[in-house]
């Protein structure tokens, strides 16, 4: 079957730690997108990418990093700069096109220790 | 800057009521609307997509209309279910911002036995 793979599900971050959400799709879709979710509240871009080695920062990039070395993979990493990183990650992919939806995978929820 | 507004924030009815979700943006020069399912704990789960052209969308017992000039949305529900329990997001897909989806906050539906 089709479709987006996020690992872990769960993940724990000491102080001063760099960790990296995994992210693949076998959609064969262009575009790739990471979103943060804090409790009660929708989802806010963090980065997103229409083609291998291009991405583009969105609302709330400081803190993270990605990289879009394969088109069906699009990591997400959380540097220790991002002081408050406890969220639900989600990726999501698409078809390249303004009329395209967006599918998303389970995500994965990041805690401190 | 796009916003989008979702109320209420929770709703609660008894099964087999018909219920309308509602949702609102600031901005009407839109591509599309997409409504997502999201459960506890999982990731979203795409449920329809109305182009700016279209004016509903129907899928078995949902039905969504737009009313761009207006900057709203619906999602109807017919004869709900303990099952449909669960968020339900909408997202707006602008004509500024590449392809970036705006989110709401969501509303947490619970439909009692």
């Known amino acids: 079957d089709g479709g987006i793979t996020q690992s872990p599900k769960y993940l724990f971050r000491k102080e001063g730690q760099n960790v990296t959400l995994s992210c693949e799709q076998n959609?064969?879709?262009?575009?790739m997108y990471w979103y943060r979710q804090d409790p009660g509240q929708g989802l806010r871009l963090i980065y997103y990418?229409?083609?291998?080695?291009?991405?583009q920062k969105g609302d709330i990039a400081e803190g993270y990093s990605v990289s879009r070395e394969k088109k069906e993979s699009f990591p997400l990493t959380v540097t220790s700069a991002q002081k408050n990183p406890t969220a639900f990650y989600l990726c999501?992919?698409?078809?390249?096109?303004?009329?395209?939806?967006?599918?998303f995978g389970d995500g994965t929820r990041l805690s401190i220790l | 800057k796009q916003e989008v507004t979702q109320i209420p924030a929770a709703l609660s009815v008894p099964e087999g009521e018909n219920l309308v979700l509602n949702c609102s943006f600031t901005?009407?020069?839109?591509?599309?609307l997409q409504w997502f399912r999201q459960d506890p704990g999982k990731g979203l789960t795409s449920l329809l997509l109305?182009?700016?052209?279209?004016r509903e969308q129907t899928s078995g017992r949902l039905n969504a209309s737009l009313d761009k000039s207006s900057g709203r949305s619906t999602l109807y529900i017919a004869a709900s279910q303990p099952g449909d329990s669960a968020t339900y997001l909408c997202?707006?897909?602008?004509?500024?911002?590449?392809?970036?989806?705006?989110f709401g906050q969501g509303t947490r539906l619970t439909i009692n036995p």
């Open positions: 999501a992919s698409s078809i390249l096109g303004f009329d395209q939806p967006q599918h």
């Open positions: 959609l064969n879709h262009d575009a």
């Open positions: 990418s229409q083609i291998v080695n291009d991405f």
């Open positions: 901005d009407s020069a839109i591509y599309n």
């Open positions: 109305i182009q700016s052209s279209q």
């Open positions: 997202a707006v897909k602008g004509i500024q911002g590449a392809q970036k989806l705006v």
